[in-house]
């Protein structure tokens, strides 16, 4: 599962553009996660009472959009790196995604909404090479999450 140079350059490139609008990516891609698993809003603690509409909830606008900027800046830096981010972050999510029950399930289900979501936000930049090399880029962040999961 290598990240190529030419994946590379597609995601900084489209990076570029998606990072201008992460707010409302963000929380589209949570939106396509919960509509494709309506029972992953219980793993939010704040969501679970909320009277609030999901889209329109400000916790969790702020939760996509950090998680939106985390795994586009994990991806932009990966080839330079080495890895998907520091192992310090890598462990605390890690206990994170553990203490929650997040399967791996669930991972596929953000990977096919985040291509969804870069394809819709991505417009003229999107092509099959682009969203190969987003999957290629989310796989190794996730692996790096699995492992330190497994390591708790």
């Known amino acids: 599962m290598e990240f190529t140079e030419e994946q590379e350059a597609l995601v900084v490139n489209s990076w570029e553009v998606l990072k201008n609008n ?23 603690s704040y969501l679970k009472d909320s009277k609030v509409p999901l889209d329109q909830n400000p916790k969790l606008k702020t939760h996509a959009t950090i998680v939106f900027i985390m795994i586009g800046e994990s991806a932009v830096q990966l080839r330079k790196a080495g890895k998907a981010m520091e192992e310090s972050d890598l462990k605390h999510l890690g206990a994170v995604h553990f203490k929650l029950g997040v399967l791996n399930e669930h991972f ?45």
């Open 108 to 152: 596929q289900v953000a990977k096919s909404a985040l291509l969804e979501t870069i394809k819709e936000g991505g417009g003229e930049l999107w092509s099959p090479a682009l969203s190969d090399a987003w999957g290629v880029a989310y796989d190794h962040l996730v692996q790096a999450i699995q492992s330190n999961m497994e390591s708790n």
């Open 22 to 44: 992460s707010a409302d990516l963000g929380l589209k891609l949570f939106l396509k996660i919960f509509s494709a698993v309506p029972e992953a809003v219980a793993l939010f």
